[in-house]
Structures are given as structure tokens and as C-alpha cells.
């Protein structure tokens, strides 16, 4: 069975620096999706960013960047410029490419906090 | 374009009771996942409905069972409800591989808050 750790339960940076949320990952297979999604206090989770394994380039949306190293399992999400809309709840969720197979497996999450 | 919606917002029950959560997928969407995130947890898959049948399940009880109807919508049923069974119960739609581009991302609702007295 896969799993997905988030070793950080909490984090926080200043507007507009950086922040970097780790993830690291176990699994057998070869081929499959790994995912970083945003929940705010809404409650809707929401997709921020998607990489396909088999893809060496790090997957890249506006300010939003990925970290995703195959052979040690690991998928770190970097937030550049950090903007107070970013506050939420940050999860790492990883799933197959088999047909058929679609669960999504969620780490415990990363609490993330903008400071003015 | 109506997004993945979900009823009711909010319900409370009691041990033992049985309880009914609604589905509306995103419009085109055709596959309908349940996820179950206690507090302060990640979701935890519960079951995935395509073509009205459950196609795929995670580790929960018989407890929890679930239903598709023709037009894509989806119902999770929960009996003999226990305090664990609090939590957010989440709904992710999706449009089927065979019928959309190769990648079919799941679209989440805002979730029902299901809490257990």
C-alpha cells in the first residue's frame, strides 16, 4: 500500500518570501500522479499543482513550483511570494496510474500561516 | 458551470442512527469518489461510483455503503453510526479516462460536517 508523510504540521512565512512544504511518499509502482492541494478554511480542497512520475521537468503554476525527486520520493511544494490568500491547510496526495485505480492517498497535512 | 455540490452543509445524529449524504457532480463529470477526513486528518478514500457501481474501495465497513443513479448524482449511506464516524465526508467528481483526456482529476465539494453525539 502507498503512503504519504507531511513531517511538517505547521509552518509560517512572511508575505512575499518563500516557503517550501515537504512530502515524501512510499510505493512500489512505477507510474503515478502526485498532487499538492490547498484547503482553506472553507473546507473545499482545491488542486494547486499535479506531477506525473514518468515526467523528469518539475511541474511549474505561476508562483506555485515543485521539488519532486523519483529516486528518494520526495515532492516538496515551494510558494514564492507568499500572498495572505495562501493561509490553509496543504495536502500532498499521491495515486496510481493503473486504470481503474483512482484513490487519491493524502498526507496528515501542513498548516500553513502568512504573517503580515 | 455548476461545481461538485453536497447536502446537507451540516448534520448531527446520534449513536446507532443511520444517515444520508448527497452528491451533484461537476456538470460532465460522470465518476463520483467519497472521502472521509476526521479533524485535524488527511481524507481517507471511502469508495469511488462509476457507472453505477462501486468500481473501487477503500478499507471501510460494510457500514458505509453508497449509490449512483443515472444521472451521475451519488449518495453515501452511513448505518449504526458510531462517534468515530464524526468528520468531514468529502465529494470529488470526475470524468471517466475512457471518455475525457488521459489525466482525470477529481474535483472536490465543500463537504458535510457530520458529527456523532
Known amino acids: 500500500a502507498q503512503t504519504v508523510t507531511q513531517s511538517q504540521p505547521e509552518m509560517s512565512v512572511q508575505e512575499a518570501e518563500t516557503v517550501t512544504l515537504s512530502c515524501t511518499y512510499d510505493t512500489s509502482e512505477s507510474d503515478y500522479y502526485l498532487f499538492w492541494y490547498k484547503q482553506p478554511p472553507s473546507r473545499q480542497m482545491i488542486l494547486v499543482i499535479r506531477?506525473?512520475?514518468?515526467?523528469?521537468q518539475n511541474a511549474t503554476e505561476n508562483r506555485f513550483s515543485v521539488n519532486f525527486q523519483k529516486a528518494a520520493k520526495s515532492f516538496s511544494l515551494k510558494i514564492s511570494d507568499s500572498q495572505l490568500g495562501d493561509a490553509a491547510m496543504y495536502f500532498c496526495?499521491?495515486?496510481?496510474?493503473?486504470?481503474?485505480?483512482?484513490?487519491?492517498?493524502f498526507g496528515t497535512g501542513t498548516r500553513l500561516t502568512i504573517i503580515p | 458551470d455548476a461545481g461538485v455540490t453536497q447536502s446537507p452543509t451540516h448534520l448531527i445524529k446520534t449513536r446507532g442512527q443511520q444517515v444520508t449524504l448527497r452528491c451533484s457532480p461537476k456538470?460532465?463529470?460522470?465518476?463520483v469518489s467519497w472521502y472521509q477526513q476526521a479533524l485535524g486528518q488527511g481524507p481517507q478514500f471511502i469508495f469511488q461510483y462509476y457507472e453505477e457501481e462501486e468500481r473501487q474501495r477503500g478499507n471501510f465497513p460494510d457500514r458505509f455503503s453508497g449509490h449512483q443513479f443515472p444521472n451521475y448524482s451519488s449518495e453515501l449511506n452511513v448505518n449504526a453510526l458510531l462517534l468515530g464516524d464524526s468528520a468531514l465526508y468529502l465529494c470529488a467528481s470526475s470524468l471517466d479516462r475512457d471518455q475525457g483526456p488521459f489525466y482525470n482529476e477529481q474535483f472536490f465539494g465543500p463537504g458535510t460536517r457530520l458529527t456523532v453525539l
Open positions: 456538470s460532465g463529470h460522470d465518476t
Open positions: 506531477q506525473e512520475a514518468y515526467k523528469q
Open positions: 496526495a499521491y495515486r496510481s496510474a493503473g486504470f481503474g485505480n483512482e484513490k487519491l492517498t
